[in-house]
Structure formats: structure tokens, C-alpha cells
């Protein structure tokens, strides 16, 4: 299986909304409602901000959402606060033979 | 809330076995499904492989070859081997609880891996 597809950097100035792609397959993203999105701030380990494509673990902020439409799924982050400044990884169920793919990563930059 | 650490040795010579456990607290290793996903400096996440508490296990594609990963529920830990290392396995191994959906939650802290002479 080959990775999802991620752009490799995003910005927006605090108070902004800013959305993040990820994009597969229709044997990954596209067949399944499994996606999920995680944060990573440098020297840390990634903490689940998004699952089964749009839902929050508790904790997570409201300012954190997700969709799919096709073979993409997005992340948004609405109202950016300094602390989102961080890494963000999309991963995928792959269905026939129960493998797991990740993104590349997009490091989003709070200008 | 169950916690996760990995150890192991931080340096493994080439084409030799890089050997990693995952130890548990707070909670127990039966009934849920255990994975390692690694990252190499400066790079994305890649999926190493899952285990079922009963021992079922499912491997990357691309590493399968080379990768065993083992379960101990009397220790509550989970292992990862992984043979004849290059350079290109250098990276933060990560272990990580498997929700029902592919989600991975908690993870461990990581642990650094190099590969070198």
C-alpha cells in the first residue's frame, strides 16, 4: 500500500480557520470511515485529535473538526491558537488485508 | 488510564535484530488489540504491525519479512523484533494501543533506534 498523500506545510494567522488534505484510495480513505488525525508537537508523541473521520476524543477541543468527501478527508482547524502549532498525520484503515497507512505529515504554522 | 513504554537498546549494528518490548500500567493487555509504528528523523508515521492479546498478528506488507511481533499478557507486555537492519530502519519506534477503528490511543513516549557501526 502506498502512503496518503499530505501537503507538507500549512498556515494561518491566529483566530483563522485552516484546513489540512489527506489522500488515499477508494481501498483506504475512500472505502472505509476510518480515518484518523493526530498531533504531534516536537519531541512528543502523536496525541488522536480526530477518529472514524470526524469524531473528537473527549478533550479535544471543539475547534478540531473532520470530513471526508471521496478518497480525501480534511482536518480544520478553526479559531488557531499559538499551541496548534505542531505536526498533523492522517492515517487509514486499508480494509482487504487489515493494514494501517499514514500520511507524510503537515507541519501547520501559526504565522 | 493505561501508560505505555518502550525499551530497548538504542543501538543496533547492521544486519543485526533490533529487539523492543512495550511494558503496560494501569491497565490490562487482554482484550485489545497492540500496535509499533515508527518514525524516522524528520519523516512521517509507518504502521509496523498490530497484535491481538491471543497472539493474531498482522504485519506491514513492506517489513513483513522481517518482522515478529509477540505478546506476553502474564508480563503484560508486547515485543518487537525486527532482523537485518540497515540504516533505514533508524527512527523513534513507537508502541501504541489499537482502538477498534485503526485508532491508535495512547502511545508510549518512543524510543530512538539508530543503526549505525
Request: hydrophobic share 30%.
Amino acid at each position: 500500500q502506498s502512503a496518503l498523500t499530505q501537503p507538507p506545510s500549512a498556515s494561518g494567522s491566529p483566530g483563522q480557520s485552516v484546513t489540512i488534505s489527506c489522500t488515499g484510495t477508494s481501498s483506504d480513505v475512500g472505502g472505509y470511515n476510518y480515518v484518523s488525525w493526530y498531533q504531534q508537537h516536537p519531541g512528543k508523541a502523536p496525541k488522536v485529535m480526530i477518529f472514524e473521520v470526524s469524531k473528537r476524543p473527549s478533550g479535544v477541543p471543539d475547534r478540531f473538526s473532520g470530513s471526508k468527501s471521496g478518497n480525501t478527508a480534511s482536518l480544520t482547524v478553526s479559531g488557531l491558537q499559538a499551541e496548534d502549532e505542531a505536526d498533523y498525520h492522517c492515517s487509514s484503515y486499508g480494509g482487504s488485508n487489515n493494514y494501517v497507512v499514514f500520511g507524510g505529515g503537515t507541519k501547520l504554522t501559526v504565522l | 488510564q493505561v501508560q505505555l513504554q518502550e525499551s530497548g537498546p538504542g543501538l543496533v549494528k547492521p544486519s543485526e535484530t533490533l529487539s523492543l518490548t512495550c511494558t503496560l500500567s494501569g491497565g490490562s493487555i487482554s482484550g485489545y488489540f497492540w500496535s509499533w509504528i515508527r518514525q524516522p528523523p524528520g519523516k512521517g508515521l509507518e504502521w509496523i504491525g498490530y497484535i491481538y492479546y491471543s497472539g493474531d498478528t498482522n504485519y506491514n506488507p513492506s517489513l513483513k519479512s522481517r518482522v515478529t511481533i509477540s505478546v506476553d499478557t502474564s508480563k503484560n507486555q508486547f515485543s518487537l523484533k525486527l532482523s537485518s537492519v540497515t540504516a533505514a530502519d533508524t527512527a523513534v519506534y513507537y508502541c501504541a494501543k489499537v482502538g477498534g477503528t485503526s485508532r491508535f490511543d495512547p502511545w508510549g513516549q518512543g524510543t530512538l533506534v539508530t543503526v549505525s557501526s
